[in-house]
């Protein structure tokens, strides 16, 4: 790696908002060495996305609203071996689902 010193060097600095910046401040970007001298450009910050909210969290299944206004079921992992009545199964699957869509009204 071969090290680099500039002196008196002027440098032109664009940040993402317009306040004076508090030094010392550590910021992310790129600094580009050109013609006319450097320039510094902080990243843009990417905004956290909300998390989906969950209204209904069942043995089976859980209900989810979408940040687009829709819902959305999840299904949770089922243990079908054979030793489980899959008539009792669906019929609990079924009754989960019915609560969980009560919420939505």
Known sequence: MKKLTFRNATIDILT?????????????????????????EEAVRRARTKPNVKLYDGDYCSLVH???????VHMKHI???????RNQLAF????????AFKIID
């Open 16 to 40: 993402q908002k317009k306040e004076e910046l508090a030094l010392p401040k550590s910021l992310t970007g790129v600094l580009t060495l050109g013609d006319k001298g450097m320039r510094f």
């Open 66 to 72: 979408m940040q687009n206004g829709k819902y959305q």
């Open 79 to 85: 243990d079908a071996s054979d030793s489980i009545d």
């Open 92 to 99: 609990n699957i079924y009754y989960e689902l019915l609560e």
